[in-house]
Structures are given as C-alpha cells and as structure tokens.
C-alpha cells in the first residue's frame, strides 16, 4: 500500500477554505457528491503519497505542505517535475488512460491531501462544463510548464538552470523573499537538472558573488536583475 498517511474523517467541502480553487465553479449538491467521495489523509514528511506504476483511483487536492511530482529512472536517479504545494490540484494522465500512476508523488513536508475517488471526478466533468473546461485550461498550463522546463534543461547551462530554480521557488512556491526552503540540497540539484555537488557550489557562488544570500536553508535574492539575467542567458 503505498499510500500509508492517517485517514481523517472530518470536514465539509462545502465549508472549506483549504480546497483548490477549481472547486469554486462547483454547485453545493456537485460539493456534496465530492464530499461523499473523498478521503483526507495527512502525509508526514518523506512519506510515498503514490507511486510510479501503482493504481490510478484518486485525483488528488493538496490542503497544507508542500510535495515534489517526480520521474525515477532505472538507476533510482529522481527528476523532480514540478513542486506541488497547498490548494493545488494534481489528476494522474492515467486517470484517463491506463488508470496507472506515470509519476511519483512524495511529501516534503507534513501535507494534508484530499484523495478524491476518479469516478466522482469523471461525473462531475461530464454535468458541469464550466468544471471540465476549467480543468482542461489548468491541465495545458500544466503541460505548457513542463514543456519549457524541459526545454531550459537542455539548452541551459547548470548556472541557469540553478537561476531559474531559485526565481521559481521564490516566485511560485514560497512567494516571498528571503525564503527558507523546505527541500534538501539533492531535491534541488533534481529540481533543476544538476548534480547535488554542482548545485551547492553555484550557490556559493551566487552566494560569494553577492547575487543572493544563502545561509543553510534560507536564501535572499540581492540582485534580482542579475540572477533574472543568468537564468534567461544561463
């Protein structure tokens, strides 16, 4: 079983303010259907919220914490997607294909998710076109993000891709500056397509250079034109 969070059996979708704000164009009846389909489960710090090639029977709406959407080779080497964090959706591409997971899904922090069962999900796309259409919007932004990450992976040098990945956690993720991260050195050098040694010598770099303050797991952007300069360059 790999989803091995605490099942917990409170809470109302209809009075909730941690759901994904998808769930806005939903009607309270349409809530109520979710809300008699769907389990919250809290996920502790590097807990397997689901696995590459398990099952596809949830969609999955994250309340709290923060998690990594990733990709595991043959050599058990990770490739970090995207990062998922509070009051985000995430459906499984096999949701309508293959019912099979093609990514893993693990906490970085404690997370509290709502595991929404596929079929409650599938019915309400088919009564509210307003929902369907909504998601499919999100779903191409989605894939429009990983598109152009994948691009800079290959056409970036490891100072660009480590910029990129600094401008994105302050700019997407924690929306704040300074930030303290909550990811390892290793999920940062897998963020960003890089070596774990490399990663942490360009932020010393960064750091010795005065482009941004690094501290153990804090950094402050000090010259953002800079640091906006090697990413786009880099």
């Known amino acids: 079983m790999t989803e091995v969070g605490i099942k917990l059996e409170f809470g109302n979708c209809l009075h909730c303010f941690k759901r994904a704000p998808l769930f806005n164009l939903l009607t309270n009846e349409e809530l109520r259907i979710i809300n008699c389909h769907r389990t919250e489960v809290v996920f502790n710090k590097g807990e397997l919220i689901h696995k590459s090639g398990t099952q596809s029977s949830h969609v999955l709406s994250f309340n709290t914490g923060l998690?990594?959407?990733?990709?595991?080779?043959?050599?058990?080497?990770?490739?970090?997607?995207?990062?998922?964090?509070a009051h985000d959706f995430y459906v499984s591409p096999g949701v309508f294909s293959?019912?099979?997971?093609?990514?893993?899904?693990?906490?970085l922090t404690k997370s509290t998710v709502c595991m929404i069962e596929s079929d409650a999900f599938k019915q309400l796309m088919?009564?509210?076109?307003?929902?369907a259409f909504e998601y499919i919007s999100l779903m191409n932004t989605t894939l429009l993000e990983i598109t152009e990450?994948?691009?800079?992976?290959?056409?970036?040098?490891?100072?660009?891709?480590?910029a990129e990945t600094i401008l994105y956690l302050e700019k997407e993720i924690y929306k704040e500056n300074p930030f303290t991260i909550n990811l390892?050195?290793?999920?940062?050098?897998?963020?960003?397509?890089?070596?774990?040694?490399?990663?942490?010598?360009?932020?010393?770099?960064?750091?010795?250079?005065g482009i941004i303050e690094y501290n153990k797991k804090t950094i402050n952007i000090l010259n953002r034109s800079r640091l906006e300069s090697i990413s786009e360059n880099g």
Do not use: P, W
């Open 67 to 85: 998690a990594k959407l990733y990709i595991e080779d043959h050599k058990g080497r990770n490739k970090i997607i995207k990062l998922i964090k």
């Open 184 to 209: 390892s050195s290793s999920d940062v050098a897998d963020l960003c397509g890089v070596g774990r040694d490399s990663a942490i010598r360009i932020l010393n770099d960064f750091n010795n250079e």
């Open 126 to 131: 088919q009564v509210n076109s307003k929902f």
């Open 149 to 162: 990450k994948m691009h800079n992976l290959v056409r970036k040098h490891n100072t660009g891709k480590l």
């Open 98 to 107: 293959d019912n099979r997971h093609h990514f893993s899904i693990k906490a």
